[in-house]
């Protein structure tokens, strides 16, 4: 059974290490300062665990008041195709709606079939903005809320 809980310090470690294949500078700030970069700049950070293990871990940041980005969603390789991935994507959706949000984006690769597959389930379009926040992506999709 997958439990979808709230970040707490404690699973600061598993947010970085379940991030870090995808990393560029910019990431290393987030990855090191969850609480900082992403919390207290009033977003979020959900966790996902399997028998009290964190196996995947999803972010909500805040780029102002009507938008958020879904952003570092990784699960663990041994646990992928539980739909874990799922429900983080389902649980930041709802969280994001808690929080007021209009629209959320994320950026993505084309070459992550998988989790554009999972954006689009979620309700994700692709975007008009070419504005990327990241080097690495030539995707970017957002779902109105």
Known sequence: ?????????????AFRSLNYAWIEEFDK????????QIIEKGGEILVALLDE??????????ANDELFELAK??????????????KLGVGIVEKAKEFGAKKLFLETNSKLGPAIGLYQKLGFKNS??????????????????
């Open 1 to 13: 059974m997958v439990e979808i809980v709230t970040y707490r310090p404690k699973y600061a470690e």
């Open 29 to 36: 700030i987030i990855l090191e300062d969850p609480e900082g």
């Open 73 to 86: 969603m990784a699960v663990s390789n041994e646990v992928r195709g539980k739909k874990i991935g799922w």
């Open 128 to 145: 008009c903005d070419d504005e990327a926040v990241y080097d690495r992506c030539n995707i970017k999709m957002e779902l109105e809320l």
């Open 53 to 62: 293990n964190p196996v995947g871990v999803c972010a909500l940041i805040k």
